[in-house]
């Protein structure tokens, strides 16, 4: 395994940035605006065909596929035929595919850390399957417990030298996400684990939606993390850190307004993709297709509005 330091750290850095930049594949580096989309992790109840096709005529410009257990899209299920086929389906629709979603931990035993390091290198090949020219990032959270954030930070550097080692090798880009229940809760503690594993391979994935939900200042969080960002998730909360229920964009206290201003002024280009929690797509009665059009429409005002000001 190669082992990251820390030396030259501020060198290191900010290669990590430079270089991430060249590793875009095809991503047009001038482009002026951000991209809304919708993330098939809301979708699972729906065939792959009706989803995409569902999104593109709602308007979303890009979705994000899951490489979950369960899902049409789960690498170990879904053929090289059914990958063609899919790309192929994406191009009509002119719907593009930024990011990957995987669920794999930092904090594992050898067994299930193995097979994370599988799920990379064969996430990474499912990516230039499906977009050959801009290949999607692999989007994660990392897993571990708030409280035990001392105790396990060890074993995430660890952990995750080895998943940048395997993203290096394969051309591969893991978008890793702070997360209210996981060890990397904060900020901070996410650009700590950056720092320790300072490669071009490892970037984030924002969501601000676990740390409103912690009274973390929204424009705060954009300024530490939307350098480092290739990839947004929105989604919206209510309550607290100790008693929480996320819910859908418009729904909860997110003033996205503000959120699309603080976008623009800090110059973030990339894709912003609505994440349906579990919390709301396993609840008795949720409509996939009624979800994604009441988000559409929240996001989409906001956007107008803030573009108009």
Not at 91 to 118: G, R, T, W
Not at 175 to 185: Q, R, Y
Not at 236 to 257: E, H, I, M, R, W
Request: net charge neutral; glycine share 6%; aromatic share 8%.
């Amino acid at each position: 395994m190669t082992i990251f330091r820390i030396d030259r750290r501020t060198f290191l850095t900010a290669a990590a940035v430079a270089v991430s930049a060249n590793w875009a594949m095809g991503e047009d580096v001038e482009k002026s605006s951000f991209s809304l989309g919708f993330s098939l992790y809301g979708m699972k109840m729906l065939p792959l065909e009706k989803a995409l096709r569902t999104c593109a005529e709602i308007g979303y410009q890009h979705v994000e596929l899951s490489l979950n257990p369960g899902y049409e899209t789960e690498p170990s299920v879904f053929s090289p035929q059914a990958r063609s086929q899919a790309a192929s389906l994406l191009n009509e629709l002119k719907l593009d595919v930024p990011s990957l979603m995987v669920l794999i931990s930092l904090v594992a035993d050898d067994k299930s850390h193995a097979a994370a390091l599988e799920l990379i290198a064969e996430g990474s090949r499912f990516a230039k399957d499906i977009m050959p020219t801009r290949p999607p990032v692999l989007e994660t959270v990392l897993g571990g417990s708030p409280g035990k954030w001392d105790e396990q930070k060890g074993m995430m550097v660890e952990r995750l030298g080895d998943w940048a080692e395997v993203a290096e090798k394969t051309k591969a880009i893991i978008a890793i996400k702070a997360h209210i229940g996981s060890a990397v809760n904060s900020p901070e503690r996410l650009l700590w684990l950056l720092e320790q594993v300072p490669s071009p391979a490892i970037q984030i994935a924002y969501d601000y939606s676990h740390f409103q939900l912690q009274g973390i200042d929204m424009e705060e969080s954009m300024k530490l993390l939307l350098p480092r960002s290739r990839f947004i998730h929105v989604k919206d909360s209510q309550g607290d850190a100790k008693k929480f229920q996320f819910v859908l964009p418009g729904k909860g206290n997110t003033d996205y307004v503000k959120y699309f201003d603080l976008l623009r002024k800090f110059q973030y280009k990339g894709p912003v993709c609505v994440e349906v929690s579990g919390q709301v797509f396993n609840q008795p009665g949720y409509d996939p297709i009624s979800a994604a059009k009441s988000c559409y429409t929240s996001l989409s005002t906001a956007m107008r509005q803030s573009a108009s000001k």
